[in-house]
Each structure stands twice: as structure tokens, then as C-alpha cells.
């Protein structure tokens, strides 16, 4: 348990540090195709999704979100605390989010 969460917590601080280096990278680098999808339908609230993955800012503002984070103007990019529970409701929503779009289902 204790590798899992330690390679999670590394992704997390690789994505924090992506988006204060290169907040112009597509997230694709940090984030897997399901899961920013997922995150982009859960923020947005559709289910259409863009034509290109959003940045790497943008996707770690809306994960911080997922886990508290108010994105005020002076505040900066969200802690490590609010984006590792963004990340735990982000897996949460990747599961249901392949449930319902498994075409085997049903």
C-alpha cells in the first residue's frame, strides 16, 4: 500500500511541477486519456469533450478543485492535500466513468 501511494504522491508532485514549469503542456503528459477526459466531463459538467486535451494548468486546477481547492486569483496552484483528494474522487469517477461507457454492458 505504502508503494502505491508513494508513486501517487510522486505523480501528483511531477504534475505540480509540470504546471509551474511548462503550464502550456497538454496534459497528456501527466494524465492518461480516461482519466482527463473524466476530469474534463466532471468539471464541465457534459459529456462532449474538446477536440484537444486541456493544459497541464488547467488539468491540475480542476483536480485541485475535485478536492477543495476555490481557485481564487491570489491563492496560486492548489496544495499537494487538495489534489491528492481530487485524485482519489478523479479514480472514483475513471471507474464509474468506463462503467458506463462499456459497450459489453447491458
Known amino acids: 500500500m505504502i508503494t502505491l501511494k508513494s508513486i501517487i504522491a ?3 508532485m511531477y504534475m505540480t511541477k509540470m504546471a509551474a514549469l511548462c503550464p502550456e503542456a497538454t496534459c497528456t503528459d501527466v494524465l492518461s486519456k480516461i482519466e482527463w477526459q473524466t ?3 466532471r468539471i464541465q459538467t457534459t459529456s462532449r469533450l474538446p477536440e484537444h486535451p486541456p493544459t497541464v494548468l488547467q488539468a491540475i486546477t480542476w483536480l485541485g478543485q475535485l478536492g477543495g481547492f476555490l481557485n481564487r486569483r491570489a491563492e ?3 496544495g499537494i492535500m ?3 483528494r481530487g485524485y482519489e474522487i478523479l479514480q472514483e469517477n475513471v471507474r464509474l466513468f468506463i ?3 462499456n459497450k459489453n454492458c447491458g
Open 82 to 84: 487538495s489534489l491528492w
Open 10 to 12: 510522486f505523480k501528483l
Open 99 to 101: 462503467i458506463l461507457n
Open 39 to 41: 476530469l474534463y466531463c
Open 76 to 78: 496560486g496552484l492548489p
